[in-house]
């Protein structure tokens, strides 16, 4: 996906977004000196300056969305920041401003620029869908073809060697073609785990760490871990008793926690629900797009998009027998 500029029903203004094919980079906006959000025009409450009260210091919530979150990796807790987890929330609510501007240049009657921003929506639609894909470990049947026609060629090449008697070709042929195998078994198996996961926690749900002992939100999440091998390294995922082959989830931090994390990706071994409903406040920048608010749990209720992102039922709280047999009376 190649640079692109966007108009503004609203102002008229023009948005840039970067993206590219390997991964979709922040959505900006660059006007002048100043540095905006593509967003940043819709009165979102999380692009305001927030003050969220902590004992007699006050914890400062601002351009968040352009920080990278994590920066100043203080605490131990960090080593499992994610910054792609961070872009994939960013790219979703990109998705959700650009269909609702589709909408609000309808209403307007602006048809060239709802057609301008359909079309921007439908390129960034794609992209996602494409590395979902590839996050899933699915391939196109055009990419599998493709992959099949190389081992073969490479198993002609090897052939040829071994009987040219130039082995030192040949062994570097046979590791090439153990590779392709191993990468494709790899895929194959990951696309067999999104297929059949179970997973411990709900998008929404309250949790906190068994570690670290922060309180977050469940906002993503994925059967096996999706970070890169250097991620996975930093964060130490060898150590688990399940390593990376258990679910692995997106997950918001409480400003009151730590007002620097923001987000992180962790292993469903190292997180818990509380006991008891948690009807304590929790603040984040990222909820006021991700959910519609709370139950009466205390649990937050994840928007239709979201839930469908992740191919999640909606939750229904499970009714209480005492309160059936009083009529709800106390």
């Known amino acids: 996906m190649s640079t692109s500029t966007l108009t503004n029903p609203g102002s008229g203004g023009l948005y840039r977004s970067t993206h590219s094919r390997s991964s979709v980079k922040r959505t900006l906006l660059l006007c002048g000196a100043q540095r905006h959000s593509v967003w940043n025009n819709v009165q979102n409450p999380l692009l305001r300056r927030q003050h969220y009260g902590r004992g007699q210091r006050c914890v400062k919530v601002e351009a968040w969305l352009f920080k990278g979150g994590g920066a100043d990796k203080g605490l131990e807790a960090s080593i499992e920041f994610s910054e792609s987890a961070n872009e994939d929330i960013l790219v979703f609510f990109f998705q959700l401003d650009l269909a609702t501007r589709v909408q609000y240049a309808l209403n307007l009657d602006q048809f060239d620029i709802a057609q301008q921003l359909r079309n921007k929506l439908t390129e960034v639609e794609e992209e996602v869908t494409r590395q979902r894909s590839a996050k899933k470990g699915s391939s196109s049947k055009t990419e599998v073809q493709d992959q099949a026609i190389r081992i073969l060629r490479l198993r002609a090449e090897l052939q040829s060697a071994i009987d040219t008697e130039n082995y030192a070709v040949a062994a570097e042929l046979r590791d090439g073609i153990a590779k392709l195998e191993a990468e ?59 390593g990376s082959n258990q679910p692995f989830y997106q997950v918001l931090v409480d400003v009151h926690e730590d007002a620097d994390l923001l987000v992180t990706y962790v292993a469903e071994e190292n997180l818990i629900a509380p006991e008891k409903p948690d009807l304590a406040r929790f603040d984040h920048p990222y909820t006021s797009f991700l959910f519609y608010g709370v139950d009466s749990a205390g649990d937050f209720i994840p928007v239709k998009q979201l839930r469908e992102k992740y191919n999640q039922p909606r939750y229904e709280i499970p009714s209480d027998p005492e309160d059936e047999e009083s009529g709800g009376r106390p």
């Open 184 to 242: 494709s078994l790899e895929a194959s198996a990951k696309a067999l785990a999104f297929g059949k996961v179970q997973y411990a926690f709900r998008l929404g749900q309250k949790v906190r760490h068994k570690i670290f002992g922060y309180r977050g939100v469940i906002c993503g999440m994925d059967p096996v871990c999706c970070e890169s091998n250097a991620w996975m390294e930093t964060a130490n995922v060898k150590s688990l008793s399940k």
